[in-house]
Nanobody
Framework: QVQLVESGGGLVQAGGSLRLSCAASGRTFVGYAMDWFRQAPGKEREFVAAINWSGGRTYYADSVKGRFTISRDNAKNTVYLEMNSLKPEDTAVYYC????????????WGQGTQVTVSS
């Protein structure tokens, strides 16, 4: 089992920045790709960003490309999501997920952290 705990959410004005963290514990973090998803009220959960185990490859949804940056520190078993130029439409609960190598769906999910962007 891998336990994931997100933090760093909050209320921010449009144009502002937040940095989300996702700390992993339990089973080894080694070999897992990490994803960030979000879910806004009344909407389906959507993909935001992903990073492979080494951190050498990153992927972004078009809606956040150029504004968000995903990174990881394997020594700290932590993945980050740096969010800049935030927009009201970025308001959502943000979830991190761990995905074993070669899989397309997540094996473990965090409990989520709320991000609210005011206009």
């Amino acid at each position: 089992q891998v336990q994931l705990v997100e933090s760093g959410g909050g209320l921010v004005q449009a144009g502002g920045s937040l940095r989300l963290s996702c700390a992993a514990s339990g089973r080894t973090f080694v070999g897992y790709a990490m994803d960030w998803f979000r879910q806004a009220p009344g909407k389906e959960r959507e993909f935001v960003a992903a990073i492979n185990w080494s951190g050498g490859r990153t992927y972004y949804a078009d809606s956040v490309k150029g504004r968000f940056t995903i990174s990881r520190d394997n020594a700290k078993n932590t993945v980050y999501l740096e969010m800049n130029s935030l927009k009201p439409e970025d308001t959502a609960v943000y979830y991190c997920a761990a995905r074993a190598a070669g899989k397309v769906s997540a094996d473990y999910w965090g409990q989520g952290t709320q991000v609210t962007v005011s206009s």
